[in-house]
């Protein structure tokens, strides 16, 4: 993991997905706007985990944040009450 920088991370300008590894994303958006995104993936079921703005979330706290354990949520079944 760590191929990103924190100076890179600021220069970042360009819309799209930047990995840094082990999951671990930066997205910028088309207006400027930066966050991190956790990409977990388990039974083939692929799930992308917001970790916050890179206003509030550092880059190793996105790190850390990316090598703990991700919960996937349970599926949805539609319970019925016992007859």
């Given at each position: 993991m760590?191929?990103l920088?924190?100076?890179?991370?600021?220069?970042?300008?360009r819309?799209?997905?930047?990995?840094?590894?082990?999951?671990?994303?930066?997205?910028?958006?088309?207006?400027?706007?930066?966050?991190?995104?956790?990409?977990?993936?388990?039974?083939?079921?692929?799930?992308?985990?917001?970790?916050?703005?890179?206003?509030?979330?550092?880059?190793?706290?996105?790190?850390?944040?990316?090598?703990?354990?991700?919960?996937?949520?349970?599926?949805?079944?539609k319970?019925?009450?016992?007859?």
């Amino acid at each position: 993991m760590g191929k990103l920088s924190a100076t890179a991370v600021k220069a970042a300008t360009r819309p799209g997905r930047i990995g840094d590894g082990d999951g671990l994303f930066l997205i910028v958006q088309p207006s400027g706007s930066k966050s991190w995104v956790c990409r977990v993936q388990k039974n083939g079921n692929r799930r992308d985990f917001g970790l916050g703005s890179t206003s509030k979330v550092s880059l190793s706290l996105a790190r850390e944040r990316a090598r703990g354990p991700a919960p996937l949520p349970e599926p949805r079944h539609k319970s019925r009450p016992p007859s």
